[in-house]
């Protein structure tokens, strides 16, 4: 997200001799970047980028605490001469007020502690509705929020200055004094401030009054029913934090985004609730002319503990990779607003050793964690480009053979279908119900996904056929002739645990296999197999079986029996010294009579030694047989007589 402010707006709480340039130059370099600067009359506008997890900087004070961490590393001057979060709280409003007022009473149910973990109010009388001041009007215009009134302003005033938004509701028009916060029903409907009528899905934080009207969809948008206009009197500050999820919720299904929305879907500090408040007491005593009417409403039931940590200085120097003068880290952790206490190590002298107790602010509570998480605040700070950039050695981890293997046969093979034409394709490893049933698998042998984003991702993988038939499919009319194949793994359900495997507690066995399709033909793919094997050395092995669908003709080879059948060097056959006799013969390919019918019986003879196809022609089959003795030279009439032998 990004928020303007402005530099004399800073530099009421900072006091600096950095320029507007120098400061955007130095902050974008360790902290929020200042996207851009534009002068607008005496004052300078910043573009600011706050990261996500660092919502305290998005307000003008939360600039100035980074500012004067980051500027001092860079040789510039930086302190707060004010900090209303530590200045602002209602220990102070108690000494400057009269306790016992309570002129205009609010009736204030929360019915659910976890919607709202800190709600404050207060009800102000005799409010005078006019122009704001100039400095405020200006400075809000300059951030690209339109000036309304003073009221209104002030709201938007605390909401950049603290990073707090807050809301203001025209006592008068709250029915029966009675602000009723609860989940809303779905279907209910609200009129917001900008006259659009927004339909609630249910579950959404929202405030009723007396009269069950809703007048708030809480920390998004006000209702119009409440809202301050010319004729407003009475006004009642409101300041309090939400549960984000449910803001995320509600803005993500009505569709409706706001400034405020943005900041309390990021999980706001309940502990700066009390110093806006505060602020905005001040604020519209002095600009408003209101006169306290109420009590101060605080309803904070749970208080948020003070977080701590403990590491040493030893862990900067391991984990930023340069000693840092301890110095140095102190003074920033200081200046980011953290409390550092410094302990000697038992056993060790001040100088040999210490370790540090880090109290993290309450506005850090959500992206401090661990030690580390201080290192990184650190090392930012001091700048990462102070810290050489040396690459770490090279160190080479070995692999399982198993995947060793896998990994050079997966290439071996893949260089080889290459060479033959095949394109390789990677699927998912997860398919959907309807691809399952068209290819006959069964549903129950799939394992299902129980956080899929999409139905067709839903199961793990049996094998890799449906999806490469899928591809073969829609890639048809694009190439006459399609061969694909793909290497991956599937996902076969566990029987029982396998002893002594890390994988042991695994719900599923994964398995490698290649996967090959064509629209060719059965010879076309059995051909492919065979330079395979041939390639592998494998002698001996079965044809896998080879499916036809539609005209696609499909196979699956598992990986590991390639791996466990191959022979890196082909077995020695010594040169045969006997003459060899070629003999061709034609079959009419039947049913009764394929190559596989024929081949076996060819084999039968002792003298054949090799036969291979010739041409296949409609359902003519021409073959070569090759016939030799090891111990003698044969006569061609023998040749001819084994030959003769096979018959359809």
């Not at 507007?20 to 360790?30: G, N, T, V």
């Not at 006019?130 to 000036?147: H, Q, T, V, Y």
């Not at 920033?332 to 993290?360: D, H, M, Y």
Request: charged share 25%; net charge neutral; glycine share 4%.
């Amino acid at each position: 997200m990004n928020i303007k402010i402005t530099y004399n707006w800073v530099l009421d709480y900072l006091d600096t001799d950095a320029t507007p340039d120098e400061m955007q130059k130095y902050l974008s370099l360790s902290g929020p970047s200042i996207e851009r600067i534009e002068k607008v009359r005496n004052d300078y506008v910043f573009d600011v980028e706050i990261t996500s997890n660092r919502i305290d900087t998005a307000s003008v004070i939360g600039i100035a605490q980074e500012t004067q961490a980051i500027l001092p590393m860079f040789g510039k001057s930086a302190r707060l001469k004010f900090n209303p979060i530590k200045e602002y709280n209602f220990k102070k409003y108690y000494l400057t007020h009269d306790r016992e007022i309570d002129n205009k009473k609010l009736n204030i149910v929360i019915k659910d502690k976890f919607l709202c973990p800190r709600f404050t109010a207060i009800v102000f009388e005799n409010v005078k509705i006019a122009p704001s001041p100039k400095f405020i009007s200006e400075r809000l215009i300059a951030c690209g929020i339109k000036s309304i009134n003073n009221v209104v302003d002030i709201s938007n005033f605390l909401m950049l200055s603290l990073g707090q938004p807050v809301h203001v509701f025209d006592y008068d028009q709250i029915k029966g004094a009675t602000m009723i916060m609860r989940e809303s029903k779905k279907g209910e409907k609200i009129v917001t401030l900008d006259e659009k009528e927004v339909t609630l899905p249910g579950g959404d934080i929202v405030i009723e009054d007396g009269s069950d009207r809703l007048i708030d969809l809480c920390g998004i948008m006000g209702g119009l029913n409440s809202a301050i206009n010319d004729n407003t009197k009475n006004v009642v500050l409101f300041v309090q934090t939400y549960d984000k999820v449910k803001i995320r919720k509600t803005t993500m299904t009505t569709g409706v985004r706001t400034v405020a929305a943005t900041f309390f879907e990021k999980g706001l500090d309940p502990e700066r609730v009390e110093p806006t408040l505060v602020y905005g007491v001040e604020l519209l005593e002095k600009f408003a002319q209101g006169k306290v009417a109420s009590k101060l409403y605080d309803i904070y039931p749970k208080k948020q503990k003070e977080k701590s940590l403990v590491m040493s200085y030893e862990l900067f120097d391991k984990k930023v990779g340069v000693k840092i003068d301890r110095k140095i880290i102190n003074n920033i952790l200081t200046n980011l607003g953290f409390g550092v206490r410094v302990a000697p190590n038992k056993g060790l002298t001040l100088q040999e050793g210490r370790t540090l107790q880090i109290t993290i602010p309450s506005f850090r509570t959500n992206d401090i964690n661990i030690p580390e998480d201080i290192v990184e605040e650190v090392a930012r700070i001091y700048g990462y480009h102070n810290i050489p950039s040396i690459l770490q050695p090279i160190v080479y981890v070995n692999q399982p053979k198993e995947m060793e293997d896998i990994f050079t046969f997966q290439n071996k093979i893949k260089l080889l279908l290459k060479h033959l034409g095949l394109n390789e394709v990677i699927n998912y490893s997860m398919v959907s119900k309807q691809m399952i049933e068209k290819s006959g698998l069964n549903i129950k042998d799939h394992l299902r996904l129980s956080n899929s984003i999409s139905t067709d991702i839903e199961f793990l993988r049996i094998s890799l056929l449906p999806s490469l038939e899928k591809n073969i499919k829609e890639n048809k009319g694009r190439q006459e002739v399609l061969q694909l194949f793909e290497i991956g793994k599937i996902y076969l359900k566990r029987v029982s645990p396998v002893k002594d495997s890390p994988y042991k507690e695994s719900p599923c066995e994964e398995v490698y296999r290649i996967g090959i399709a064509t629209n060719t033909d059965y010879s076309d793919l059995k051909g492919i197999i065979e330079a395979i094997y041939k390639e592998l050395n494998i002698e001996q092995l079965l044809i896998p079986e080879i499916n036809e669908k539609d005209g696609i003709f499909l196979t699956e080879i598992d990986f590991q029996t390639l791996i466990d059948y191959c022979q890196l060097v082909p077995k020695y056959k010594p040169l045969h010294p006997y003459a060899i006799i070629k003999l061709d013969k034609t079959f009419e390919i039947q049913p009764n009579t394929t190559y596989a019918v024929v081949r076996q019986r060819a084999f039968q003879s002792k003298l054949l030694k090799k036969m291979e196809v010739i041409t296949l022609y409609q359902n003519k089959l021409t073959l070569r047989f090759y016939y030799s003795s090891s111990s003698r030279n044969i006569t061609e009439e023998e040749a001819k007589s084994e030959l003769y032998k096979v018959r359809p």
